[in-house]
Nanobody
Framework: QVQLVESGGGLVQPGGSLRLSCAAS????????IGWFRQAPGKEREGVSCISSGDGPTYYADSVKGRFTISRDNAQNTVYLQMNHLKPEDTAVYYC?????????????????WGQGTQVTVSS
């Protein structure tokens, strides 16, 4: 059974950093565009960042551009989200997601597998 497991969340002060990891079992992430999403209480889920297959181009939502960096380690079958200069409005549950279709775009239009999420709380 395919599982995506996020880790690395926690409580951090404004201006701090966290690195989230998304690891997969029984499923190679390398051929697929992987996405990071987040959902804050009372808000809809939003896309944060995507990375294309292999180690290709990346996409960032305007709200995180310049502060977050997505990367992948195909040998470790893991995708990372480095989050710097965190703000209270970044507080949310963060999810990674993977499709089962290979697309030529940075982000996939459909995501079939989702992790359980990891909580990120930015507060002083």
């Amino acid at each position: 059974q395919v599982q995506l497991v996020e880790s690395g969340g926690g409580l951090v002060q404004p201006g701090g950093s966290l690195r989230l990891s998304c690891a997969a079992s029984d499923f190679s992430l390398e051929p697929f565009a992987i996405g990071w999403f987040r959902q804050a209480p009372g808000k809809e889920r939003e896309g944060v960042s995507c990375i294309s297959s292999g180690d290709g181009p990346t996409y960032y939502a305007d709200s995180v551009k310049g502060r977050f960096t997505i990367s992948r380690d195909n040998a470790q079958n893991t995708v990372y989200l480095q989050m710097n200069h965190l703000k209270p409005e970044d507080t949310a549950v963060y999810y990674c997601a993977a499709p089962t279709i290979v697309v030529p775009t940075i982000c996939s239009p459909i995501y079939d597998y989702w992790g359980q999420g990891t909580q990120v709380t930015v507060s002083s």
